[in-house]
Every structure is written in structure tokens, then in C-alpha cells.
């Protein structure tokens, strides 16, 4: 089971083996498509023969790719921001800046996303209304991270050979799949029905937009293709995705970033098979 490079929020790294339990009994015959992708906990446990991986955003894709093609590259960029991190103070808001104006090379602006990553306020990715990145330094002291590490990377990028990455939107994503194709969705997860006013998710991600992706997944049974999803489980997950199966895990995901008054909501695996 291989580590991803980078963490992201709702990332199924460590869920992996639990979620694997539920996946259709032909998959090891099916191409794998993940268009949600993130830190890509599932792919990196499942290692496919033939994947296809995408996401919306574009910063992330294009980390991927670097990964890919020239992480040597990466790793060179990496190693000097975990330098620079050490002897200054500020170092975190000068890379911030760096990565919004947009970086001079694909592999620098890898670095910089991983470096953010690495040391920012719980790894989290939010952008402002002009799109900048804006998430503040997190509460690491400076020697409790490890910044580049190389044989994370470097299995990564090797996992990664060969695999298909796009950016894109999920819609975009399960147009062409055919039925020789396995789909793992793991979108924002739905909001708590009894804590949420504006019923959005913090990633933007309404409930609206969960009705909408319903009707992509009845879209996919009708094609014969096999879908997976992660989501919470309340009220809204019974409405929206009723049509299927949905199964409880008996593992629960925290809210809120804070460890100390996080709570515990339950999460379910829902699928047309
Ligand atoms: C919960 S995260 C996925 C976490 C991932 N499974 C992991 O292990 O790290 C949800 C992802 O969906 C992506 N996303 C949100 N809206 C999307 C859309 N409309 N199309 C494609 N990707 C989208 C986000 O950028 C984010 O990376």
C-alpha cells in the first residue's frame, strides 16, 4: 500500500483497505477511473493495470504530471524550499506568492503546491474569489515535517507510469467510459442535515450538486457501468442516492479541522452493484 505525496482533505489513504472490501468482484478486469481525484488514497492502494485519473483542479493535475514525467526535477525544487523553510521565518507567505503568480516551470510549480502542502494550515487547498491560494501557515515547527520526501516521491511517480491525468470536471470525465470501466467517486462529502444552513459544503460542493451527480451515476447504471462512491451517510444521502445501494461503514470522518473539537459523522459506501 503505497503512501500519496501529498495529503488532502476527506483523502482515503488510510480508509483504503476498508473501502476495497466493497469493490465489484470482476475489478481486477476493469479499467479504473478516478475523476475526483485529490491526493488519490484509492489509486495509490489499488495500484490498477490501466488507470484514468482527473480532477477540477487545475494546480493539482498539473503536480501530477510532474510527478510523472521529471520528479527528479521536483525533487530539486522541493529540497530548496525545505532549506529555505528552515532558516526563514516568512518563507511559507514568499512560496504562497510565488505559486499564485503562476511559477516559471511545471516542476516549480509542483514544488511550491507540495511544499504548501506540506506546511500549511492542515494541508487543506481553498482559493479566494480571484482564485489565489489562501490558506495560512500551519502550526508545525519548522523540523516536524518532512518536506521532500524522496521515496514517497520517486514511488509515486513510478506507480503513476503509464496512467492517464486529465483536468477536468467529473461530467467531462465519465462521457467516454464504456462498460469495461470501474468509476471510484469520492466527491465533497454531502453537509450534515442538522448542522448545515446554507446546505453548501465547505469545498463548494451543495447538495444541489449531489442531486446533479445522481443523475450522472443513474446515467452510468443505464450505460452498464459500475460505480463506487464514498459520501456521508444522514438524510440527504437517502434522498439523493436512494436508487442504490447504500451500505454504512462502521468507520466514521472527522469535522472540522480542529483535532480537539472535531466531531464524528457517519460515512457510507454507495454503489449500483
Ligand atoms: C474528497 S476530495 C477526494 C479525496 C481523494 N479521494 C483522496 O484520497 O485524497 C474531492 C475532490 O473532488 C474534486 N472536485 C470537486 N468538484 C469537482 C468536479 N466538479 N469535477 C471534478 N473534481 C471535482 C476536488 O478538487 C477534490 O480534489
Known sequence: MAKPFIKWVGGKYTLANELKKHLPNNFDELDYIEPMLGGAGMFFNLQPKKAILSDINKKLIITYKSIQNNVEGVISELKKHELNHKTNEDYFYDVREYFNKGCETREGLAAAFIYLNKTNFNGLYRVNSKGEFNVPKGRTTSGSVTICDEKVLKN??????????????????????????????????????????????????????????????KDLSERGIKFMMSNAE????????????????????????????????????????
Open 156 to 217: 509515486c511517480s513510478d506507480l503513476l507510469k503509464g496512467v492517464e491525468l486529465y483536468w477536468k470536471s467529473y461530467e467531462d470525465a465519465l462521457k467516454d467510459l464504456n462498460k469495461h470501466c470501474f468509476v471510484y467517486l469520492d466527491p465533497p462529502y454531502l453537509p450534515q442535515t442538522d448542522v448545515s444552513f446554507t446546505k453548501y459544503s465547505k469545498d463548494g460542493f451543495s447538495v444541489e450538486d449531489h442531486k446533479i451527480l445522481s443523475t450522472h451515476c
Open 234 to 273: 444522514n438524510d440527504y444521502t437517502h434522498d439523493i442516492y436512494g436508487d442504490f445501494t447504500i451500505k454504512p461503514l462502521t468507520v466514521y470522518h472527522s469535522l472540522g479541522p480542529d483535532k480537539k473539537t472535531r466531531k464524528k459523522a457517519k460515512e457510507c459506501i454507495i454503489t449500483n452493484y
